[in-house]
């Protein structure tokens, strides 16, 4: 079972928002830990793959409900 | 430094006049790789916009301040934040409004030429898409050739030019773009025409558009005649113009032939399409002024825009025209062809009639190169 160690809400935010306060988050949790973001915006799934990427971060999960990506994101 | 907001329209006469243009483009990498804004004399840099959050001093060297800067991204949020940040730096940019979204949906109406008793035939360019689509208008008349689905574009041309759609037709259907074609005739009360052999699982009422079907635009002597040409699809069919121009689909480009295997049946297309294009179009008339559905690269672009060029030089200068082994034919149409469209099934789908997305939902499916070609 997989420890979330913060969730952040980014519903009903447009690009470059998401991405910028999941990389505000990501600053205040530790190396290992997983951090859960919540997206509507569907630009998001390219970038988290890229982002993420370019961090060295791994995305361990990522899955959509009702209109809401839903990604988990493990830090670098 | 003040930021400026540049429309798609702004864009195009970039294009189309020739200009220089420094695109500073803040996709992710694979979305710049896959699809950008293509100018004769555009400069590239792609630095995705996430790389950018902490700032932009170290991009600064590779931002020209003798070009007119351009920030570009998919819908416009990242583009503005990039583009303020190089104005705080002191740097003059801009932004495009709508990013690639909006560049996609671009048209620039272009005339192509007149036609008899003071007809005119008009192309309108999707830039973003590589898309064409054709107006011909005489006499208080209009009929429309593949028509992208943006219907209000069509319909203000017309009323502008004071012309009644009468007559709406597609070529073929369509798998990279959405049609407006039945849209328009709804709204116009226009016929709409589609090949019936694409329309086996259409769930919409159209005319069949057969093979010497001719309609006369206006009163006068302005024909536009159909030319069963299959080979890109089974029912894909070309239209002469006032005995001037061939509007020749997706059959064939400026610079590449069209691709069999959008509807999945290339092995039995290839012997259609090379019957097309190597003998009924041989038959035609070199004069005659090829106007395709699509371009693929801006080089296709004639110096005013428009994507034109004469049947006799492409039977010169085209190479998908001038493969004479059949079986280097069948290979070169067959295998290792490029990826296909984005949601090519879907937008099928669409132009059947059987899915009726919402207008973002087909923004998205249209969105990426046409590549309906091989060249």
């Known amino acids: 079972m997989m420890i979330i160690t913060k969730t952040l809400d980014a519903k ?35 970038d988290f793959k890229a982002w993420a990427a370019a961090g060295g971060h791994s995305i361990v999960e990522q899955k959509e409900e009702a209109g809401v990506l839903y990604f988990y994101i493990q830090k670098a | 430094m003040s930021v400026n907001k540049w429309t798609a329209a702004d864009v195009a006469r970039y294009v189309i006049e020739n200009k220089q243009l420094f695109i500073l483009d803040v996709r992710n990498k694979d979305a710049f790789e896959d699809w950008k804004i293509e100018g004769h004399q555009f400069q590239y840099l792609n630095i995705p916009y996430f790389d950018l959050l902490d700032g932009v001093e170290e991009i600064l060297e590779q931002i020209p301040t003798d070009y007119d800067v351009l920030v570009v991204c998919a819908k416009e949020g990242s583009s503005i934040m990039v583009a303020e940040m190089l104005a705080e730096a002191g740097r003059h940019v801009a932004y495009l409004a709508g990013g690639m979204k909006a560049w996609s949906m671009y048209l620039e109406p272009i005339k192509v030429g007149n036609l008899n008793g003071g007809g005119e035939l008009y192309q309108f360019v999707r830039l973003g898409k590589g898309c064409l689509s054709y107006m011909v208008i005489s006499e208080g008349e209009a009929a429309i050739i593949d028509a992208v689905r943006f219907t209000e574009v069509f319909t203000k041309f017309a009323e502008e030019k004071g012309v009644k759609i009468k007559h709406v037709f597609d070529t073929h259907l369509h798998a990279d773009h959405i049609s407006g074609g039945r849209h328009i005739a709804n ?48 029912g ?92 280097v034919f069948r290979k070169m149409v067959t295998d290792g062809l490029p990826p296909q469209p984005n949601a090519y099934q879907e937008i099928r789908q669409v132009n059947m009639g059987k899915i009726t997305p919402t207008n973002d939902e087909q923004t998205e499916m249209e969105i990426g190169p046409n590549r309906c070609a091989v060249r």
């Open chain 2, 187 to 234: 709204e116009t009360g226009a016929t709409y025409y589609l090949p019936p052999k694409d329309a086996e699982e259409v769930v919409f009422d159209y005319t069949p558009l057969t093979d010497q079907l001719t309609v006369k635009i206006g009163s006068s002597e302005i024909e536009v005649g159909a030319l069963y040409s299959p080979g890109h699809t089974i």
């Open chain 2, 236 to 327: 894909s069919t070309s239209f002469v113009v006032d005995g001037k121009y061939l509007l020749t689909g997706d059959i064939l480009f400026i610079d590449s032939i069209g691709r069999p295997d959008l509807a999945g049946l290339a092995e039995d297309w290839v012997g259609d399409l090379r019957e097309t294009l190597y003998r009924r179009y041989r038959e035609l008339a070199n004069h005659l002024v090829v106007l395709p559905a699509h371009f693929m690269i801006i080089d296709e672009l004639n110096e005013d825009g428009t994507v034109a060029r004469r049947l006799g030089d492409l039977f010169v200068e085209n190479h998908g025209l001038n493969v004479l082994d059949e079986e």
């Open chain 1, 12 to 46: 009903g935010l447009a690009c470059p928002m998401p991405i910028i306060r999941t990389k505000k988050a990501i600053d205040t949790i530790n190396s290992g830990e997983v951090l859960e973001v919540l997206v509507t915006d569907k630009g998001a799934l390219n």
